[in-house]
Structure formats: structure tokens, C-alpha cells
């Protein structure tokens, strides 16, 4: 089956040395000390290469006798942060045989870096930087597609699907060069930047032929080299990410802080590799709302790297909060298409849930923590440098315009007789997705976000209330009530919307036809079953009519993390279902043999559900890395109230509160059982031998009408088990 691993090939060597010193952050300054990994996960290979010059993550996929040969052919790619660059090549074997061609990068350590100077013919006056390789390909081959410049433009193929640019792909300029070789070379549309690659034939591999815009190459081992002249991000050493208390992790987790690493720059945090290796607001939220323990404090540190980063990309006149960065060629290329001859990168802000992200992380650090206390005035008294608009205004000023949009989308809902549909958060016009799960039939369509209006919109209104109380904001000297009295009303009055209860015979003949519909083998579990079933659907108004969207799911997390709820009834209810739902097997609740599924479409009904929600799609019947870690870590905090000093009553209610405990310690029974995949961005199942047993993702064809969705190898948010851990006393 499927095997995954990593295998760390070195470390910094600083970081080995001295873990102990605490309290001491030096940074590597020489290139001498790479850092790499190898991380395998067949058929994808990834390797990884960050010097002081530059970061390089290269995926290999050569498919497996067992792959869907439609789906999965030889691919070479490479990817840059910088620019969320990157160049990918596709092979097919000479004898068109699909399956019989093989290719591998050569040799343990198989990268090594291009690093030249710039000199006076260089346009950018940037460094040609990249690495090179060694590769090995067991028959002939013909390099028939390469596509050459940003990872967006190979995710427009990859995902579009395959959508080519002939702007982009007729400039690719193929040459031949001295020993055998081939070059492809390709200037941006920035008339700057030169990126190329190029394939020269090692001992007894046959010349390069090429012909008609496609490359010949011979059964062998060529040389390949990948490389770009575009000004490089400066990255985070492992020990720089991480506070003082938490160097330990560098050697204890060495893969996942290696990892964390590679998605860590001084001004920005990256999403993840290598579909995403660029600024996504909510992805760098959520992962500071779940590492902040572990994340290092000060200007030169993770949290105001973060925190930084969404404020500079803000949307300055109304507050919201940028999802996705278009950066490098990427961003020319979207200026060209609207006549705009500019390299200026922009921002998308489709998304709503990231608005309500900032206020929680401003006051987690600004407010709980002293050295974030201490760099209040320093940190937002600075001035915005970026190209997002925003240059000149202070970080402070944009803060408030973030606060300023959260209050007045939570005003209507939270005015005497407000409490309705209407005056909940809602996608942006002409949207059809606004929270993280962003696919096309994520949220079945729905208008209101059960994440946003449950949990986002009130823990950002109580950020907002501390916040004032603590003098930010004094052009709203009346906030701090204000704030709290929304939170209240928003906190107590929307569970109901989108609850759902299924009488027990309901339910159970709910499951048993999701069941046989579904006929992957998996038992109904139906004798689960013991009282009503009770889940909120994940949004309201979606597509075929549906009011409420009524598939169970794991965005209960939000709630149990980022609020503590005050109305007991609501809340002992509101806990004991999540318990149910999260210690239950699917298809009565959500637990796998591979995790905590983040969708559930038994009890919907309708047959849109089963056909909608599957395990082939990207926010269906699969398991996210995150979701698992804010479910442990929210049901910790629920249950530690039981130790505060206002005692919420569910802890006293032995049933709920047992069964709460039950459902924390089954979580993490599941999540260490599956700690080889946690990493990773998303993966899926089969279910054989009596199991629901591991696949990738990108394995399984994608449903109709979705494109190919391939996982990231590792993203940013699912290493959020760095800080998450289990607490061993809460049995
Ligand atoms: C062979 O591979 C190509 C490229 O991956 C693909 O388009 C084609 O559908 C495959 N053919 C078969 C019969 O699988
Ligand atoms: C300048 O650098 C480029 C890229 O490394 C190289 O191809 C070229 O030969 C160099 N030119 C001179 C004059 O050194
Ligand atoms: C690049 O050069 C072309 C051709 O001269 C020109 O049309 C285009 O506007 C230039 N692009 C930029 C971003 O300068
Ligand atoms: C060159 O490739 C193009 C596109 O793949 C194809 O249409 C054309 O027939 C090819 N020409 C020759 C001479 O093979
Ligand atoms: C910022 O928000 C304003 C008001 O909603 C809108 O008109 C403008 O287009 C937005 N800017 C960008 C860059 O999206
Ligand atoms: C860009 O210019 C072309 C040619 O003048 C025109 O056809 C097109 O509509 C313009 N696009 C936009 C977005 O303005
Ligand atoms: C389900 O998917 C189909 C396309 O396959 C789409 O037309 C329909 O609107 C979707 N319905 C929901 C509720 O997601
Ligand atoms: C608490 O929630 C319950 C159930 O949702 C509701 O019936 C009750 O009115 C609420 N109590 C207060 C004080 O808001
Ligand atoms: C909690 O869930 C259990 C199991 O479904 C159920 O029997 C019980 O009535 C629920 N308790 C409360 C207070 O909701
Ligand atoms: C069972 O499910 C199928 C497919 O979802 C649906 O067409 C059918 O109406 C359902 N039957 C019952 C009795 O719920
Ligand atoms: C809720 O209370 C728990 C236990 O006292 C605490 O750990 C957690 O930080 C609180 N959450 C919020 C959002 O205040
Ligand atoms: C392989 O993928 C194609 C394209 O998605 C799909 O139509 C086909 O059913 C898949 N084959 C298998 C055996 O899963």
C-alpha cells in the first residue's frame, strides 16, 4: 500500500549543536549549511533544498503499476517561493506505452544549488539561482510540455484543467547547447526575469534531439538544471520560527520543523508546497491561532511575520482581509489581461471568513502576551512597503479598518429584533465560496457560512471588545461594550440556523440507504444509534433549494477553540453533539480508521448529498491535517473550564461531560494512529480487509465536473501538531 515518510537527510547544524542555548536566536549565515528532505510519497517524490541563496522544493512523479495512467504520468517540477515560481516538465515514453516509463532523480542527496552572481547583461540584477540534478529516465522519452514561469500558470494547467497561456508557452525558446544538451529558456513578461532549464546527457546517455518544440531524450541519466534570476525571500531558520522554549522541537520533530521551515520567510508565511507556496490570509491565521505557543516572538519572528503580512495586503478601504497574493509573472499576466502594463501584484479578497481571523490574532499576541504587549506601539506605528496599495499608511490604521468592517457586518444581526437569516455574514456577491472549504460544492452552494456566523464573526467582536478595553481603537471609545453586547447576541443566536436533529428511526434509515448508496463496502453502524442525532449543517441557502446544507461536520472545531460560551443549555447541547458526532463511526458520525472526516453527508436525505459530498472530493468525505488538531485542541479548552473558576455547567452533567472525554481521547487514539499522514494537506480512503485504510487524494479520479486535485506533500496549517499535543492527564 501506500507508504509514507520522511527521511531527513540534514539539519541545520547550529540548531543540533546548541538546542539548549535558550533565550539565544542566531542565524546561519553561511550557505555551507543546507537544509534538505526527502519526503516520499509514491508516486511522488519530494525533495527540498534551502540554502542563504535561495529555497527549491522538487517533485518527481513516476507512476506506480498500480496508478490510474490517465490521471498520473512523469512530471518533473520545481517550485520557488519566490514569485511562486516554478517550471514543470511532462514525459511520455518514445514508445507510447503509457506506464513504462520510469524517471528518478540519482543519488541519496540528489540536489545540489545554482548559484551565479549577477553580472552586467542581467536585466533584474538578481543572482541566477536554482538547483541542480541528476536524472534517470529507464527508457526513451519524449519531453512533450514544459511550462515555464509561475506555479499559478502550472496550477492553471494542472487544476484548470489544462488550460495553456500561448502568451506564456510561445515564449519558451528552445536551443541546443555544448555536450549533447538542450535548453528551455523563457522571459517573463516583466522583460526581466530569465528563467530555463536544461537537459544534458551524463556518461553514455545519447545527445538531446529536438524537434518541433518537444526534446528526445535517450534512456539514461541527464544532467537537469532549473534556475531564475527574481529577487529571493529571505527564510526563517527552523530555530527562528520557533520561541526559545520550543528549540527542543528541532530535534525531536525534526521533519515537521524542517517543514515548517521551508513555509517560513521573514514578511510571510507560505500556505503550502508546492500548489500553494505563497500568502493565503486564512491559511497563516489558522496556524497562528493553533502554534502561537510554539511561534517565535519580536520583530524578527513568526507571529508579526504573520500578522505583518495580512496587514500590508488589507483592503484599505473596506477592511477585508486578502486571501490569495498574485505575485511574480503570474501578476504581470493578470495586468496584461486587463490591458494594465505593470508587474504590480494584487490580491484576491473573495473570501469572508478570513476577515474575522485578525482581530483574535492581534489580541492572542498584542494583548496575551508581553512581548507583544511590549511591541505594540513599535509594530503598529510602522509603515506598510508593499506594492498592495497600502504603502504609507500605518500598520495601526489598517488595523482599525479591519475592525471597522467586522463591526459593521455584526451590527444588523445584533440589533433588537435583528436575530434573522438575513442579517447574517454572507458570501460576496457573485461568489461561490468564502471559507475554507473553497471548492465548488464545499458548502453545497449555501449563502451563510456556519464557521463564520457561529464562531468567526463573534470571537472577532470579542477580540475587538478587548482590544478596546486596552485602549486600541480610541477613535471608537465606545467598542469595548459595544463589541462584547454584539458577541453576546451573536454567540447565543446563531446555532439555531443551522441545527439539524434527526429522530433516531429517521436517522437510521438515513444512514442505512447512504449506505448501500454509497456500496464502498463500509458497514452502516446504524446500532450507534441511541438517541436523536443532532449536527449543524454547513450553510444555509444553497444549491437545489436546500435551506440548510444538512451534511454533519467538523466546523464545530471553531466554536469549541475560539469562544467560551456562556449559555449553559445551549452549550451542554452543543458539546454532547460534537462528542457524539466526532467519537461515532462514520457514516453514523465522523471517525476513521484514517481520522476525523471533515464531511458527513448521510443524514442530508436528498440524493445530492451522497453524490456530492464523496471521497474523491477536495471537501468531501476526507480528512484534513488541521481540523483534527483544532478539534483536540477546542474540546481541551471546553474542557478546561471545568477547572476554571466559572465552571460551565456540562462538567457537571457526568454523561455529557464523560462523554466529552471520551470523544477527546478517541480523537487522539485516531489522530496518533495516523501520525505518518498528519502532515500532509488532505487524504482520503479506502475501505478494505474491515478498514477504512489510507489514499492520497490525487490516487482517485475526481468527481464530476471537479478538476484533479492532487495534496500537498506538506502545508503549512496541518504542522500545527508542533504546538498541539495531547494532554495525557484528560482521561
Ligand atoms: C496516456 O497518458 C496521457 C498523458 O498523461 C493521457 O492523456 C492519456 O489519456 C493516457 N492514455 C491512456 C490510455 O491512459
Ligand atoms: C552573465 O550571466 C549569465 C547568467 O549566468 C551568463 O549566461 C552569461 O554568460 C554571463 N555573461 C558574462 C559576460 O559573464
Ligand atoms: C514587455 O515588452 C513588450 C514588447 O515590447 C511590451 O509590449 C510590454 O508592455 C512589456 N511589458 C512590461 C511589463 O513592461
Ligand atoms: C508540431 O507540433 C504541433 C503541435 O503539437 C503539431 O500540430 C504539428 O503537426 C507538429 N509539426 C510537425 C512537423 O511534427
Ligand atoms: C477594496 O474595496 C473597495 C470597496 O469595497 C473596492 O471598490 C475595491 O475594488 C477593493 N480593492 C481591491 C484591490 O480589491
Ligand atoms: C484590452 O484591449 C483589447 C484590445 O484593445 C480589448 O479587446 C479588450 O477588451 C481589453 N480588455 C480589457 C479588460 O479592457
Ligand atoms: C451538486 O453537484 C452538482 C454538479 O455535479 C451541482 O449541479 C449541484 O448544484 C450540486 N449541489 C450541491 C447542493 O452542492
Ligand atoms: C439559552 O439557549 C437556549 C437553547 O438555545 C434558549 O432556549 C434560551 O432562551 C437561552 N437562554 C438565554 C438566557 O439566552
Ligand atoms: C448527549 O448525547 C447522548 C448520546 O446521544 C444522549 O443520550 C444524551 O441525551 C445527550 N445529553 C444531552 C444533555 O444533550
Ligand atoms: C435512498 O438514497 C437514494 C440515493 O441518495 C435516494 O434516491 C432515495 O430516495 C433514498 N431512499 C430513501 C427511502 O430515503
Ligand atoms: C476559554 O477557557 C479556557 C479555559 O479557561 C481557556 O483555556 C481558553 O483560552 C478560553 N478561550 C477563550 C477564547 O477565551
Ligand atoms: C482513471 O481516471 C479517469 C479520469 O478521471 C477516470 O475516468 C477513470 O475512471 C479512472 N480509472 C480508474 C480505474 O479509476
Not at 122 to 143: H, K, Q, R, Y
Not at 439 to 458: C, K, M
Not at 527 to 538: C, K, Q, R, W, Y
Amino acid at each position: 500500500m501506500y507508504r509514507l515518510g520522511y527521511q531527513l537527510l540534514s539539519l541545520l547544524c547550529l540548531a543540533l549543536a546548541s538546542p539548549q542555548v535558550k533565550g539565544i536566536v542566531e542565524r546561519v549565515d553561511s550557505c555551507d549549511t543546507p537544509t534538505t528532505q526527502h519526503l516520499s510519497a509514491p508516486p511522488y517524490e519530494n525533495y527540498f533544498y534551502s540554502d542563504c541563496n535561495a529555497a527549491n522544493q522538487v517533485v518527481v512523479t513516476s507512476p506506480l503499476s498500480s496508478s490510474n495512467l490517465t490521471l498520473i504520468g512523469p512530471r518533473l517540477l520545481v517550485a520557488w517561493p519566490a514569485g511562486d515560481s516554478g517550471v514543470v516538465s511532462y514525459f511520455s515514453p518514445k514508445n507510447g506505452v503509457n506506464g513504462s516509463l520510469a524517471i528518478e532523480l540519482v543519488g541519496d542527496q540528489p540536489l545540489s544549488p545554482i548559484y551565479t552572481p549577477a553580472n552586467s547583461s542581467s536585466l533584474t540584477g538578481e543572482p541566477v539561482v536554482g538547483i541542480s540534478t541528476s536524472i534517470n529516465f529507464n527508457s526513451s522519452a519524449m519531453l512533450d510540455l514544459a511550462i515555464m514561469g509561475s506555479i499559478r500558470t502550472i496550477r492553471d494547467f494542472t487544476e484548470g484543467p489544462s488550460l495553456l497561456h500561448p502568451e506564456i508557452q510561445d515564449a519558451v525558446n528552445f536551443s541546443s547547447i555544448s555536450n549533447g544538451g538542450a535548453l528551455l529558456s523563457r522571459l517573463w513578461l516583466d522583460n526581466k526575469t530569465i528563467v530555463s532549464m536544461s537537459f544534458v546527457p551524463e556518461a553514455g546517455s545519447a545527445a538531446v534531439n529536438i524537434s518541433n518544440r518537444t526534446l528526445e531524450l535517450g534512456a539514461g541519466t541527464y544532467q537537469f538544471n532549473a534556475s531564475f534570476d527574481y529577487p529571493q525571500l529571505t527564510q526563517l531558520s527552523a530555530s527562528e520560527v520557533l520561541n526559545p522554549e520550543s528549540q527542543d522541537l528541532i530535534q525531536q520533530q525534526a521533519g515537521k520543523t524542517t517543514s515548517l521551515s521551508f513555509l517560513s520567510y521573514r514578511h510571510k508565511l507560505l500556505a503550502g508546497a508546492w500548489r500553494f507556496l505563497t500568502y493565503f490570509g486564512r491559511d497563516s491565521m489558522i496556524t497562528l491561532l493553533l502554534m502561537q505557543p510554539v511561534f517565535s516572538e519580536g520583530p524578527d519572528g513568526a507571529i508579526e511575520a504573520v500578522i505583518g503580512s495580512v496587514l500590508e495586503r488589507l483592503n484599505k478601504t473596506d477592511g477585508k482581509v486578502c486571501h490569495e497574493e498574485t505575485i511574480g509573472d503570474y501578476a504581470t499576466y493578470e495586468n496584461q489581461l486587463k490591458n494594465i502594463t505593470s508587474n504590480a501584484p494584487s490580491c484576491t479578497y473573495i473570501m469572508v471568513d478570513s476577515d474575522y481571523y485578525l482581530q483574535p490574532v492581534m489580541q492572542n499576541y498584542f494583548l496575551d502576551t508581553a512581548t507583544g504587549r511590549s511591541r505594540r506601539q513599535a509594530f503598529f506605528s510602522q509603515e506598510a512597503t508593499l506594492d498592495f496599495g497600502n504603502a504609507g499608511l500605518k500598520y495601526g490604521d489598517l488595523a482599525v479598518r479591519n475592525a471597522e468592517k467586522v463591526m459593521r457586518s455584526a451590527k444588523a444581526f445584533a440589533q433588537p429584533g435583528g436575530q434573522k437569516i438575513h442579517n447574517l455574514v454572507h458570501l460576496v456577491k457573485g461568489q461561490i465560496v468564502g471559507d475554507w472549504r473553497d471548492s465548488t460544492y464545499g458548502i453545497g452552494g449555501g449563502r451563510q457560512p456556519y464557521d463564520v456566523n457561529t464562531a468567526l464573526v463573534p470571537a472577532a467582536l470579542r477580540a475587538i471588545s478587548q482590544l478596546s478595553a486596552a485602549g486600541f481603537y480610541p477613535q471608537h471609545a465606545n467598542w469595548s461594550a459595544e463589541a462584547a453586547a454584539y458577541a453576546q447576541i451573536w454567540e447565543d443566536n446563531t446555532l439555531q440556523f443551522f441545527e439539524v436533529t434527526r429522530s433516531v428511526s429517521e436517522a437510521k434509515s438515513l444512514v442505512t440507504n447512504y449506505t448501500n448508496t454509497v456500496g464502498a463496502g463500509f458497514p452502516s453502524h446504524v446500532d450507534d444509534i441511541e438517541s436523536d442525532v443532532v449536527f449543524h449543517g454547513l450553510s444555509l441557502n444553497g444549491y437545489d433549494n436546500l435551506k440548510v446544507v444538512e451534511v454533519m461536520n467538523s466546523d464545530d472545531c471553531f466554536r469549541h477553540y475560539l469562544l467560551n460560551t456562556t449559555n449553559q443549555t445551549q452549550l451542554t447541547a452543543f458539546v454532547n453533539q460534537t462528542a457524539n458526532n466526532v467519537r461515532l463511526p462514520f457514516p453514523v458520525g465522523l471517525s476513521t480508521d484514517v481520522g476525523m472526516l471533515i464531511a458527513n453527508p448521510a443524514y442530508g436525505g436528498e440524493p445530492v448529498y451522497a453524490a456530492n459530498w464523496t471521497h474523491n472530493a477536495y471537501q468531501g468525505t476526507v480528512v484534513w491535517g488541521w481540523p483534527l488538531a483544532m478539534m483536540a485542541a477546542g474540546l481541551q479548552r471546553q474542557l478546561y473550564r471545568c477547572n476554571s473558576s466559572e465552571v460551565p455547567d456540562f462538567c457537571n452533567d457526568s454523561s455529557v461531560y464523560s462523554n466529552v472525554i471520551a470523544a477527546y481521547n478517541q480523537l487522539w487514539n485516531v489522530i496518533d494512529d495516523n501520525k505518518q499522514y498528519l502532515s500532509n494537506e488532505v487524504w482520503s480512503w479506502q475501505y478494505r480487509d474491515n478498514s477504512f485504510q489510507f489514499v492520497q487524494l490525487g490516487d482517485l479520479p475526481p468527481p464530476p465536473g471537479s478538476s484533479y486535485t492532487e495534496s500537498d506533500i506538506r502545508q503549512l496549517w496541518s504542522l500545527s501538531f508542533l504546538a498541539v499535543t495531547r494532554d495525557e492527564s484528560l482521561k
